[in-house]
């Protein structure tokens, strides 16, 4: 449904009437007079005297040059025995005005490539920058229109849909979430081009690099090294995957001290899924993640990084490395437990983030999004960000929460106070039937952005009101809740409880977790405990022999 606005009342207008003469007035599907149309937006945003034109897609052209409108609106009459075939819409020339510079711009290129679906009816078709990419993937590298729309959905998170009319994500005129996702992402192109320092123009230029780049199925440059940006004389830059999610950052929030053009309104929930590019590069240095045997999800997440010299490709040891997990959702951000890096003095370093929720549910709700900034040499040194997809855990159990008494912490809310919560996360389980050992991950919240691991030697919120001296700490587990093995502190948060019986390998079982620090028993509720079982400790199903 478009926006009955004055801006864009022509398109609506020129929609209406190309759609009475499609059907005859009468809903009939044989259209009158053999007549159908082709209309839409021309959009990087809305290119207003751009020429178009449409082709066979071998170069026939078919019906009349169209001029759009101030608007960036077209409308092209065709024959309807022409509109089943495929057929190619391109534009050229025209001028709008670019959403990461604030500049008018003479546009480029912009195309939609039109599968024949033998119905003849009227087709709603938007010239966008994904649109361009998926045409020149399939005109000018030879994929299908499915392997075209599968590569460009891998490297940018997303389904172009050429039938979403985008809306101006720096003057938005309508409250339909998907009009303005579309031109969010649109304007996250606009502004990619000014981050790898493209003139607003030279974006066009950029469509045509990518599609080549990402031809061979990766964005990452190709066999003979980095891609280059015609007519210009730049290259990709070889994590250009990565800089599709920055720049929705950047545009977004801001970037170098400037704000953020964004104004469509859109919560990080509404935006979609970013693309987890896996490279990313910084001053120095090319750092790369490399999944462990499970990709990202809720609870432990075991990956490593992969940093070399950006010039030499040779293996960087000795780093010191250390990781800012922060979630954004729709109204809040928060951070979330991480282990600390390890060295293993070949380049490659082990890493862990232990995330307290998904970024998207298993119906594909969105949440928001995890960003994980790679910090080298501490907060003001090189950064290298990431933009993991999270899932949500199923099965067996991967964290559980405790909570103070009067172990407090500050609260939300101007001198309010709350309990402080104790996270405990399954690192994991190992050994046979009678003789099990569990291993366990804590940390404790001290506030949104700071989940420090705990054990004995630890002090909580130091410096504050809150301040809580770790002297002493215990740790128990227990398949029946009422035998209890204690856990052995192995530092940094690590805990171990070995000799555990009653959990048989292959089944499903459930294992009691309490803590008790200085003295105090944690419980779910932050009460005292009840002494049955109601809020004394917190529970996971295992299934040993398992994952």
Same mark, same amino acid.
């Given at each position: 449904?478009?926006?009955?606005?004055?801006?864009?009342?022509?398109?609506?207008?020129?929609?209406?009437?190309?759609?009475?003469?499609?059907?005859?007035?009468?809903g009939s599907?044989?259209?009158?007079?053999?007549?159908?149309?082709v209309?839409?937006?021309?959009?990087?945003?809305?290119?207003?005297?751009?020429?178009?034109?449409?082709?066979?897609?071998?170069?026939? %052209?078919?019906?009349?040059?169209?001029?759009?409108?101030?608007?960036?609106?077209?409308?092209?009459?065709?024959?309807?025995?022409?509109?089943?075939?495929?057929?190619?819409?391109?534009?050229?020339?025209?001028?709008?005005?670019?959403?990461?510079?604030?500049?008018?711009?003479?546009?480029?290129?912009?195309?939609?490539?039109?599968?024949?679906?033998?119905?003849?009816?009227?087709?709603?078709?938007?010239?966008?920058?994904?649109?361009?990419?998926?045409?020149?993937?399939?005109?000018?590298?030879?994929?299908?229109?499915?392997?075209?729309?599968?590569?460009?959905?891998?490297?940018?998170?997303?389904?172009s849909?050429?039938?979403?009319?985008?809306?101006?994500?720096?003057?938005?005129?309508?409250?339909?979430?998907?009009?303005?996702?579309?031109?969010?992402?649109?304007?996250?192109?606009?502004?990619?081009?000014?981050?790898?320092?493209?003139?607003?123009? %030279?974006?066009?230029?950029?469509?045509?690099?990518?599609?080549?780049?990402?031809?061979?199925?990766?964005?990452?440059?190709?066999?003979?090294?980095?891609?280059?940006?015609?007519?210009?004389?730049?290259?990709?830059?070889?994590?250009?995957?990565?800089?599709?999610?920055?720049?929705?950052?950047?545009?977004?929030?801001g970037?170098?001290?400037?704000?953020?053009?964004? %104004?469509?309104?859109?919560?990080?929930?509404?935006?979609?899924?970013?693309?987890?590019?896996?490279?990313?590069?910084?001053?120095?240095?090319?750092?790369?993640?490399?999944?462990?045997?499970?990709?990202?999800?809720?609870?432990?997440?075991?990956?490593?990084?992969?940093?070399?010299?950006?010039?030499?490709?040779?293996?960087?040891?000795?780093?010191?490395?250390?990781?800012?997990?922060?979630?954004?959702?729709?109204?809040?951000?928060?951070?979330?437990?991480v282990?600390?890096?390890?060295?293993?003095?070949?380049?490659?370093?082990?890493?862990?983030?232990?995330?307290?929720?998904?970024?998207?549910?298993?119906?594909?709700?969105?949440m928001?999004?995890?960003?994980?900034?790679?910090?080298?040499g501490?907060?003001?040194?090189?950064?290298?960000?990431?933009?993991?997809?999270?899932?949500?855990?199923?099965?067996?159990?991967?964290?559980?929460?405790?909570?103070?008494?009067?172990?407090?912490?500050?609260?939300m809310?101007?001198?309010?106070?709350?309990?402080?919560?104790?996270?405990?996360?399954?690192?994991?389980?190992?050994?046979?039937?009678?003789?099990?050992?569990?291993?366990?991950?804590?940390?404790?919240?001290?506030?949104?952005?700071?989940?420090?691991?705990?054990?004995?030697?630890?002090?909580?919120s130091?410096?504050?009101?809150?301040?809580?001296?770790?002297?002493?700490?215990?740790?128990?587990v227990?398949?029946?809740?009422?035998?209890?093995?204690?856990?052995?502190?192995?530092?940094?948060?690590?805990?171990?409880?070995?000799?555990?019986?009653g959990?048989?390998?292959?089944s499903?079982?459930t294992?009691?977790?309490?803590?008790?620090?200085?003295?105090? %028993?944690?419980?779910?509720?932050?009460?005292?405990?009840?002494?049955?079982?109601?809020?004394?400790?917190?529970?996971?199903?295992?299934?040993?022999?398992?994952?």
């Open positions: 449904m478009y926006p009955t606005n004055n801006k864009h009342f022509g398109f609506i207008s020129i929609l209406a009437m190309g759609l009475l003469t499609a059907c005859g007035g009468g599907s044989t259209p009158a007079n053999d007549t159908t149309s209309s839409g937006f021309v959009f990087a945003a809305a290119v207003q005297g751009a020429t178009v034109t449409i082709d066979d897609c071998n170069g026939n %052209q078919i019906g009349t040059v169209i001029t759009t409108s101030s608007s960036g609106v077209y409308s092209v009459e065709l024959p309807a025995e022409d509109i089943t075939q495929n057929l190619c819409v391109s534009s050229a020339g025209g001028n709008f005005n670019d959403e990461a510079t604030n500049v008018s711009t003479l546009a480029g290129r912009l195309s939609a490539y039109i599968e024949a679906d033998g119905s003849g009816a009227s087709r709603s078709v938007h010239l966008t920058p994904a649109s361009t990419i998926i045409h020149d993937l399939i005109l000018q590298h030879g994929k299908s229109r499915t392997e075209a729309e599968n590569l460009f959905n891998n490297a940018f998170g997303y389904t849909d050429i039938t979403v009319a985008p809306d101006d994500a720096t003057n938005p005129v309508s409250a339909d979430e998907v009009r303005l996702r579309a031109g969010l992402r649109a304007a996250a192109f606009s502004q990619m081009a000014m981050d790898i320092g493209l003139t607003a123009a %030279q974006q066009f230029a950029l469509f045509e690099a990518l599609a080549s780049d990402l031809a061979d199925g990766t964005l990452d440059g190709d066999a003979s090294g980095a891609v280059p940006v015609p007519g210009t004389a730049q290259f990709l830059p070889l994590d250009i995957s990565n800089r599709f999610s920055m720049a929705m950052l950047n545009f977004r929030e970037v170098n001290g400037n704000p953020g053009r964004d %104004q469509s309104g859109l919560t990080n929930d509404q935006i979609g899924k970013l693309p987890f590019a896996m490279m990313a590069l910084t001053d120095s240095y090319k750092v790369e993640y490399l999944p462990g045997m499970m990709n990202a999800m809720e609870g432990k997440s075991a990956f490593t990084l992969r940093v070399t010299d950006i010039n030499t490709d040779a293996a960087v040891t000795g780093l010191n490395i250390s990781l800012m997990p922060m979630m954004h959702m729709s109204a809040m951000m928060h951070s979330t437990p282990a600390n890096v390890v060295d293993n003095n070949d380049g490659s370093y082990s890493a862990k983030v232990y995330y307290l929720m998904p970024s998207s549910m298993m119906n594909g709700m969105s928001g999004y995890w960003e994980l900034k790679v910090m080298i501490g907060m003001m040194g090189e950064k290298a960000t990431f933009f993991p997809d999270v899932m949500m855990a199923m099965g067996d159990s991967v964290k559980g929460t405790l909570k103070g008494q009067n172990d407090l912490i500050a609260g809310m101007m001198g309010m106070t709350e309990n402080r919560n104790y996270y405990l996360f399954k690192e994991s389980l190992t050994g046979m039937t009678g003789n099990h050992t569990f291993n366990l991950f804590i940390a404790a919240r001290e506030d949104m952005m700071k989940y420090p691991a705990v054990d004995s030697t630890s002090t909580l130091a410096g504050t009101a809150y301040e809580l001296v770790v002297t002493t700490m215990s740790v128990e227990s398949s029946d809740a009422s035998t209890w093995v204690a856990a052995t502190d192995n530092g940094n948060g690590q805990w171990s409880a070995a000799g555990i019986t959990l048989t390998n292959g499903a079982g294992l009691y977790v309490r803590l008790a620090v200085n003295g105090e %028993q944690k419980t779910t509720d932050g009460l005292a405990p009840a002494g049955d079982g109601s809020n004394d400790y917190t529970m996971f199903t295992v299934t040993p022999g398992g994952m």
